[in-house]
C-alpha cells in the first residue's frame, strides 16, 4: 500500500509543490472579554437566567490580539491591573480531513492560560512568550453529541479561555523586571485543522564553510500522534531563493517516533544569507500517508558566524560590527498585543535606521518578529525571561528549562538568530529569602548545557550576571557611561576594560532617558558635577531619581539635546574599536514599566529613540547618520519650536547626515559648508555657530553625497525675553484634524513670558462630551505629563456635544479650555 502511495504523488509533487497544506485560520473577532474571575467556564455560557435571575455583566465585545493592559500600565493613577479575564467565542469547527485533529494554536498568552470546550478542560499551559497548541479534537466530538450543542449554540461550539498574570513568586519573570508583565491573549490565536499525522515540528539545519564554497542541509520533524501511523512517506524540495528547484528526495518513513531524521543533502556554492542580501532557500516538505496529504514549507538560510576569541565578530568570514538595538512588545493603546502591521513598522523602521542585530529583550517574542528579522536581514539574540529576582523552586526552574527548550525548537529554522540569551540581571535578588551565588551558577550552567544539546550551532549569552560570565559563551557587562553612572565620554576605555575579562564581549544595553519634546541649549551642563574613574555601570538604586551618586539619570535633565550627544559620541567611537563585535542600544521604543511611576511619562521607560507610538524622537536621525548608507539629512530640533537666549548671541545649530558635506542657510543666508568626520565631535563636524533673529527663523540645509542632495528645513522661534518662576498656565487649541483637537497647555511667569526651561507636572482632565486621547504613554499622550521647554500637549476626540478641558499643575491656577462639537 505505501508504495502505491508514493508512486501515485511523486509526479504531482514535482508538477505542483502546493497541492495541499495544513489549513489554519486566526481567530481575530467574535471575541467577548470579561476583566474579573469567574466561578467556573460555566458562568461563561450559561444561558441567561440559568441557575440566576441575572447573567454576568460587562463582557466586552474585542477583537484579537487583546491586552489586559492595554490602558491601565500607563495610567499615572496607580498600578496596573494582574489578575484573571475570561474569554469567549463561539466557532464552526469542520475538520476537512477524515479522522483529522482539530487544534488551537496559541502564539502567546499572557501568563498562566486555561483552555475549555464549553465546559471540558482541554489543557493549560504556564508562561506568557511561547507557542503552544491543544488538540481539541475529542472535547468537540463529545459536545457536538450533546442537546445544547444544537439548541443553544446553533451548531457552534463555544470556546472559553481563562489567561491570569496574577504575581506568583515561582513564575518567571519576576515582578521586579523593569517591564510590565502583561495578560491576555496578546498573540494570535489560531484554528488549525490538521491530518491524522502531521508535522508537528520541522528542524532544518544550513551549514556552510567558512570559505562559503560547500553548504550542507539536514531536515528532520517531529510528528503529532505519531503512534496512530506506523508508515509514511514525505516528498522534499529545496528551493533557492529565485523559486528554482536545486534538489529534491522522497523517501518512505517506517517509525515516525521521536525526532526522525528526514534528509541530508549538500549544496556548491550556496547563495548566503547576510543582512546586506537576506537571501533565503525553501524547504518544501509534502507528508504522504494513507489517508491524507499535507504540505509545508519552511525558510532556511546557509550562512557563518563566529566571535574570535578575544576579538571581534565575524559573519561570513568577514569582520561584522554588529550595530543594534532591543525590543520589547509594547505599544501605544495597545499593550502587548501589537498586531502583525503594527511590527512590520516597527521592524522596518529599525532597519531604516541601520540596525543589523537586535537583542529580543526579555523573552521569547512573536513568530512575526523572527520571520521579518530574518526578510529584512537582522541578526538575533534571543532570551528567556529569567530576569531578576533570584531562583525559584522547582516549578520556577523547569518552566526556565520548558521555556528555553520551546525557543530553540520552535525558532530553530531562522537564519537571524545566532544567540540563546539565558537570563538577565540574575545578580539582582529580592524575590526570595536566600540568594545563593552558586546555585544560580548550578542552575545558568544546567541552562547553558541544554542550550548547547538543543542547538550545537549557535551561542549563549547572558547580560550583567558577574559571577556567571564564565559559564556562557558570550558575555555583556553593564556599561552605562553618561547614563547611570560615569561620563559618556568614558565609554571605550571601560569597554576596554570589560573586553579584557572574558574571551567573547558584546555590548548590550546602553544609552539613556529622553523626555521626547524636551530640549536644552545646555544639555552638557550637569556632566561636570558627575564622578569620574569610578565605573560606568549600572548598580542597585542607581536606575532611581533618588539618592546615591551624582549621576545624569537623576541629575540631568532628560533631555533630547543631552542624549543625541550621548549617542553620537559611542557611535563615533566605535568606529575606532577594530575589537569591538558590537553593542545593541537600549532599547529602540519607550515602554512601558511599573517600576518607574515617577519618570516625566509616568510608568515610561524612557530610552527609546522612538515614542510607544512610533514618533521618532532627534536620536534616531543621529544613528541613521552613522549606521545607513541612502543619503539622509535632518536639522537637529524639529520638535523645538522655540529657542532661547540674549539678542544678538550665536546659537549652534547641529546637522545630523551621512553626507560627505552640507551647507547651511539662515533666513536664506549661508552660513557656509562643512565636511562630515565622524571623529569631529559633536555632529561629525556639521555644526555651526549662527546668529538668530528675535522672532522667527528659518533653517534650511542642503547635503551633498556625489550627485545626489538631500534637504532638510524648520522653523524656530527665538525668544530673548528672560522670564521669572512659573504663575500661570494658559491652554489653548493649536489644531484639529478629523474630529480631534490638538491642545497645548504653556506655563508662562506673572508677566506672561513664556518659561522655556519649565518641567512642572501638568495634568488634564475633562469635562461633558468628548474624550482624551490618553494613557498612550506618550509625551502627548498621557494625561499627566512633565513640561517639555514649558508646554505640555494633550489630544482631545470630539463628543456631540461641548466638553471642558482643565488643566492643572501644583500651585498655580486651573486653565479652562472649552471644546465645542464639530459641526454636522
Not at 540568594?435 to 542547538?455: A, G, P, T, W
Not at 576596554?496 to 541649549?521: C, I, M, P, T, Y
Not at 543631552?562 to 549617542?567: D, H, M, P
Request: charged share 25%; with cysteine.
Amino acid at each position: 500500500m505505501l508504495r502505491l502511495v508514493i508512486a501515485f504523488f511523486i509526479v504531482p509533487f514535482l508538477a505542483s509543490p502546493a497541492l495541499f497544506a495544513q489549513k489554519t485560520t486566526r481567530l481575530l473577532a467574535n471575541w467577548q472579554y470579561l476583566q474579573s474571575d469567574l466561578g467556573g467556564s460555566w458562568e461563561a455560557v450559561r444561558p441567561v437566567g440559568e441557575g440566576s435571575p441575572e447573567s454576568v455583566p460587562v463582557w466586552q465585545d474585542i477583537t484579537l490580539p487583546h491586552c489586559f493592559n492595554a490602558r491601565d500600565a500607563v495610567d499615572p493613577a496607580g498600578n496596573y491591573y494582574r489578575g484573571p479575564g475570561w474569554y469567549r467565542t463561539q466557532l464552526t469547527i469542520q475538520n476537512p480531513y477524515r479522522q483529522g485533529r482539530t487544534l488551537l494554536h496559541f502564539e502567546g498568552a499572557g501568563q498562566k492560560t486555561d483552555v475549555y470546550v464549553y465546559t471540558t478542560k482541554v489543557g493549560s499551559h504556564v508562561g506568557g512568550y511561547d507557542e503552544w497548541t491543544i488538540d481539541i479534537t475529542e472535547a468537540v466530538e463529545d459536545f457536538k453529541k450533546s442537546d445544547v450543542f444544537a439548541k443553544q449554540f446553533k451548531g457552534n461550539v463555544p470556546i472559553v479561555i481563562r489567561c491570569d498574570n496574577s504575581r506568583d513568586l515561582e513564575m518567571i519573570p519576576s515582578g521586579m523586571s523593569d517591564f510590565n508583565v502583561y495578560g491576555g491573549l496578546y498573540r494570535y490565536v489560531n484554528l488549525t485543522y490538521a491530518p491524522t499525522v502531521s508535522l508537528d515540528k520541522i528542524f532544518a539545519t544550513a551549514d556552510v564553510d567558512p570559505a562559503g564554497q560547500a553548504g550542507k542541509l539536514t531536515v528532520g520533524g517531529r510528528f503529532r500522534k505519531p503512534a496512530e501511523q506506523s508508515a509514511a512517506a514525505v516528498s522534499i524540495r529545496l528551493l533557492d531563493p529565485q523559486g528554482k528547484t536545486v534538489d529534491q528526495t522522497i523517501k518512505s518513513l517506517n517509525d515516525l517516533t521521536g525526532d526522525v531524521s528526514l534528509w541530508q543533502t549538500t549544496l556548491r556554492k550556496p547563495q548566503l544569507w547576510s543582512p546586506d542580501s537576506p537571501d533565503r532557500y525553501t524547504v518544501a516538505i509534502k507528508l504522504m500517508t494513507a489517508t491524507d496529504t499535507t504540505t509545508y514549507t519552511e525558510k532556511v538560510g546557509f550562512r557563518s558566524f563566529e566571535f574570535v576569541e578575544k576579538g571581534p565578530f565575524k559573519f561570513n568570514s568577514k569582520r561584522l560590527l554588529l550595530k543594534g538595538t532591543h525590543r520589547h512588545e509594547d505599544h501605544a493603546g495597545v499593550g502587548a498585543a501589537m498586531t502583525e502591521d503594527m511590527i512590520r513598522t516597527e521592524m522596518i523602521m529599525m532597519k531604516e535606521m541601520g540596525v543589523n542585530f537586535i537583542r529580543l529583550g526579555h523573552y521569547q517574542q512573536s513568530r512575526i518578529v523572527l520571520d521579518l528579522c530574518d526578510s529584512l536581514g537582522i541578526l538575533v539574540w534571543e532570551e528567556i525571561p529569567w530576569c531578576r529576582g533570584g531562583l525559584g523552586g522547582d516549578l520556577y526552574k523547569e518552566q526556565a528549562r520548558r521555556m528555553l527548550t520551546s525557543m530553540i525548537e520552535q525558532h530553530f529554522n531562522h537564519p537571524a538568530v545566532i544567540i540563546w540569551g539565558l537570563g538577565n540581571e540574575n545578580d539582582w535578588p529580592g524575590d526570595f529569602p536566600e540568594f545563593d551565588k552558586e546555585k544560580i551558577r548550578l542552575f545558568m550552567r544546567e541552562l547553558n548545557d541544554l542550550s548547547h544539546r538543543l542547538d550545537p550551532r549557535r551561542r549563549t549569552a547572558i547580560r550583567r550576571c558577574d559571577f556567571c560570565k564564565d559559564i556562557v559563551d558570550v558575555y555583556s557587562p553593564s556599561i552605562w557611561a553618561g547614563w547611570y553612572r560615569g561620563r559618556y565620554t568614558e565609554y571605550k576605555s571601560v569597554s576596554e576594560q570589560e573586553f579584557g575579562k572574558v574571551n567573547h564581549f558584546l555590548h548590550v544595553e546602553w544609552g539613556g532617558d529622553s523626555h521626547a519634546r524636551r530640549h536644552a541649549e545646555e544639555p552638557d551642563q550637569a556632566v561636570a558635577t558627575v564622578t569620574t574613574g569610578k565605573g560606568v555601570d549600572e548598580r542597585t538604586g542607581d536606575a532611581s531619581l533618588h539618592g546615591g551618586s551624582t549621576r545624569m539619570s537623576k541629575d540631568g535633565d532628560w533631555s533630547e539635546s543631552y542624549i543625541v550627544n550621548l549617542i553620537d559620541w559611542h557611535l563615533k567611537e566605535q568606529e575606532t574599536m577594530p575589537w569591538l563585535t558590537g553593542t545593541a542600544y537600549w532599547p529602540f521604543k519607550d515602554f512601558s514599566t511599573p517600576l518607574r511611576p515617577e519618570n516625566p511619562v509616568p510608568f515610561v521607560n524612557q530610552k527609546g529613540v522612538v515614542e510607544r507610538d512610533f514618533t521618532p524622537k532627534e536620536s534616531y536621525y543621529v544613528f541613521q547618520s552613522y549606521w545607513t548608507d541612502k543619503p539622509m539629512v535632518h536639522i537637529y530640533g524639529h520638535s523645538w519650536p522655540v529657542r532661547w537666549g540674549t539678542a544678538g548671541a550665536q546659537k549652534l545649530v547641529k546637522v545630523y547626515s551621512n553626507c560627505a558635506e552640507a551647507e547651511l542657510f539662515v533666513n536664506g543666508k549661508s552660513q557656509g559648508v562643512r565636511k562630515r568626520n565622524s571623529q569631529d565631535f559633536p555632529a561629525a563636524g556639521l555644526r555651526w555657530q549662527v546668529p538668530f533673529n528675535a522672532g522667527s527663523n528659518q533653517i534650511r540645509v542642503v547635503a551633498r553625497q556625489g550627485n545626489k542632495t538631500v534637504e532638510d528645513e524648520v522653523t524656530m522661534q527665538y525668544q530673548t525675553e528672560k522670564w521669572d518662576k512659573p504663575a500661570q498656565l494658559i491652554l489653548e487649541k493649536i489644531g484639529e484634524e478629523n474630529g480631534v483637537s490638538t491642545l497645548q497647555a504653556r506655563l508662562v511667569d506673572d508677566r506672561g513670558i513664556a518659561c522655556l526651561d519649565a518641567a512642572n507636572y501638568i495634568s488634564f482632565s475633562l469635562a461633558g462630551d468628548g474624550r482624551l486621547l490618553n494613557n498612550l504613554g506618550t509625551s502627548t499622550g498621557s494625561r499627566t505629563v512633565q513640561a517639555y521647554n514649558g508646554r505640555a500637549i494633550i489630544r482631545v476626540e470630539s463628543g456631540a456635544g461641548k466638553a471642558v478641558v482643565g488643566v492643572q499643575s501644583p500651585g498655580l491656577p486651573t486653565a479652562l479650555l472649552t471644546i465645542l462639537p464639530l459641526k454636522q
